[in-house]
Nanobody, 118 residues
Framework: QVQLVESGGGLVQAGGSLRLSCVGS????????MGWYRQAPGKQRELVAQ???????NYADSVKGRFTISRDNAKNTVYLQMNSLKSEDTAVYYC????????????WGQGTQVTVSS
């Protein structure tokens, strides 16, 4: 069982920054790929950023150069630093932890709202 708790969302002006945090519990946190998804009103949930256990990263084209994913395995925490925010970034952001084996499942946090005003 894995539990993920996000924090750091809020209201910010366009051009501003926010840092999201996701604290995980459960076994083998350091061995999991971790990431962030988001879902805007009327849209499908989409992958924003992910980081493999070895540190490699992948970003959605829409956030490259503005968002940075990082992790602190000692704290069982994943971060998403969001800079130069745009109104299009408004969404609920969800932390996820990837399954460790094919017969298992991914895990999701409860979501944190990010609203970018203009």
């Amino acid at each position: 069982q894995v539990q993920l708790v996000e924090s750091g969302g809020g209201l910010v002006q366009a051009g501003g920054s926010l840092r999201l945090s996701c604290v995980g519990s459960g076994r083998d946190f350091s061995g999991r790929s971790m990431g962030w998804y988001r879902q805007a009103p009327g849209k499908q949930r989409e992958l924003v950023a992910q980081m493999a256990s070895g540190g490699s990263t992948n970003y959605a084209d829409s956030v490259k150069g503005r968002f940075t994913i990082s992790r602190d395995n000692a704290k069982n925490t994943v971060y998403l630093q969001m800079n130069s925010l745009k109104s299009e970034d408004t969404a609920v952001y969800y932390c996820y932890a990837a399954r460790l084996w094919s017969g298992s499942r991914d895990y999701w946090g409860q979501g944190t709202q990010v609203t970018v005003s203009s």
